[in-house]
């Protein structure tokens, strides 16, 4: 590929870009491996796309999840509760979530 890399590919440039035939970025498309727009009768795949079928499907062993005692797990939930303040911001923040919602039905239905 002469150009600069697009962050929108067509199927022909993507099959380019991974060295596979056309045919198999269509097929990978029909069996939602591949996310891509169908824009009238052509695709488009974001380059996002491709690499992260690449990184789903490398080879390297997926690292194992690190494992917690419960007092670590205990430690961290204590690291992470709210203050007074942080806590009235929250709830604000869920209040203004909620009237705003409801505002957005009554749009919709009136």
Do not use: C, H
């Amino acid at each position: 590929m002469a150009e600069t890399l697009r962050s929108i590919l067509t199927p022909e440039q993507a099959a380019e870009y991974l060295q596979v035939n056309r045919e198999t970025i269509y097929r990978y498309i029909r069996d939602g491996k591949l996310v891509a727009s169908r824009l009238g009768k052509v695709y488009r795949i974001p380059k996002r796309s491709v690499d992260l079928l690449l990184w789903v499907t490398r080879t390297a062993p997926k690292g194992a999840l690190r494992e917690y005692t419960p007092e670590q797990i205990a430690g961290f939930l204590e690291a992470d509760e709210l203050d007074d303040e942080a806590l009235g911001v929250a709830q604000r923040f869920l209040r203004a979530g909620r009237r705003r919602a409801n505002d957005d039905a009554a749009a919709r239905g009136a």
